[in-house]
């Protein structure tokens, strides 16, 4: 998972947009440069200098800088959200590719098996204990086994592929993939309500539109200070005989035909569109969150009923058909089905697990957190 985050392309792409948003917040802190106005004397008309500088910039500058920097942090809170799901997605990869692994050489036992119970069938419809007809079964069920054990080949490739992907690794370095089984979550969860307050504490994306909600506030008040232009002016004119004369002056806008009304109603909607979409974010992350519980509650019950019970009992069934074969009470053939009914249980319980591994990632990347650590606080 560290891999992952550290080499993930996209992940990399988007941490670019901090710079971008680093970049609005330092170019937020610049006054603006004064304006030289020089008219040249041609003819009769005297000669005239004005540099203007815009006032209003001294006090707008605080409010414009207090915008920039919640929206910086907002991006920052974003790009924290953008790490988790790339953390989600490399551990449902890596459970995808233990996934296929295990079905794959599970695949190839069932494979073989039904290649065994195809070719005792054979040898009965010669000994004539056997009819054409089971001998058709026992063959597709082999044709079948063979073609199941083809795709689970490929599909290890392509979930390798996947891994590699998100770890951000190079085309060389797939075929070396290799997934190292983790122990499935074990143990009760938090309540749900527990999950739900620790989401929304913990959730970047919700901060970050908490943030949103704040920065849409602060641009509403900056909006509404620029209702005056206000600027500082020097200006120096050629007056006949008596040589160049300067002095000051103000340049100011007269807000009779707007005061700057539609930007300000502009950051006002701006305002109700963040704060309505951070209620609606929050509902959002309620229901990922009892989504995702429930589905790991399911996966985990799930697992433990085919692990506690399932593959068991067709243990104890394959270990009675071998003791049985031993002693000369059963065929090689019952002895084989066995084997093959237990390899199908391991195959379950492989798939249980992997949706355990998978239903915990979603839940860990719903909560913002591993929710491990909230049962250790």
């Not at 605080?62 to 953390?87: C, D």
């Not at 009760?188 to 920065?215: F, K, M």
């Amino acid at each position: 998972m560290a891999a992952a985050l550290w080499s993930n392309a996209q992940l990399s792409a988007d941490l670019a947009a901090l710079g971008l948003a680093r970049a609005n917040l330092v170019d937020a802190g610049l006054l603006r440069n004064p304006a030289f106005q020089l008219l040249f004397p041609v003819g009769v008309k005297p000669f005239e200098l004005a540099v203007t500088w815009p006032f209003e910039a001294i006090f707008q500058r605080p409010r414009r800088v207090e915008a920039a920097s919640r929206e910086w942090e907002q991006v920052a809170e974003g790009l924290v959200q953008h790490g988790l799901n790339a953390a989600r997605d490399a551990r449902l990869a890596h459970a995808r590719l233990l996934q296929a692994e295990e079905r794959a050489r599970l695949s190839d036992e069932a494979g073989r098996l039904a290649g065994e119970s195809a070719a005792l069938t054979a040898a009965r419809l010669r000994a004539g204990d056997a009819s054409e007809v089971d001998l058709r079964l026992a063959e597709a069920g082999a044709a079948s086994a063979k073609e199941a054990a083809v795709r689970a080949a490929h599909e290890v490739v392509l979930a390798r592929e996947r891994m590699r992907f998100q770890m951000g690794l190079s085309s060389q370095a797939g075929p070396l993939l290799r997934a190292v089984a983790s122990m499935p979550r074990q143990g009760p969860l938090p309540p749900v309500d527990v999950l739900r307050e620790a989401a929304w504490s913990s959730r970047p994306d919700l901060r970050a539109q908490e943030i949103g909600v704040a920065a849409a506030v602060v641009r509403a008040r900056w909006q509404r200070s620029r209702w005056l232009a206000l600027a500082a002016i020097l200006s120096s004119k050629e007056i006949g005989t008596h040589g160049i004369r300067s002095g000051p002056g103000v340049s100011a806008d007269i807000p009779v035909a707007g005061a700057n009304r539609g930007a300000a109603a502009r950051v006002d909607a701006e305002v109700e569109q963040a704060s309505r979409l951070y209620i609606a974010l929050r509902q959002k992350v309620d229901l990922e969150v009892s989504e995702a519980y429930e589905a790991l509650r399911l996966a985990v019950d799930v697992r433990a009923a085919v692990a506690e019970s399932v593959v068991p009992s067709f243990e104890r069934a394959a270990a009675g058909a071998r003791q049985a074969y031993e002693a000369g009470d059963t065929s090689y053939l019952s002895l084989v089905e066995a084997e093959r009914q237990l390899v199908d249980a391991r195959l379950r319980l492989a798939d249980a697990e992997a949706e355990v591994r998978m239903a915990s990632a979603q839940l860990d990347r719903a909560v913002g957190t591993r929710v491990d650590r909230l049962k250790d606080e």
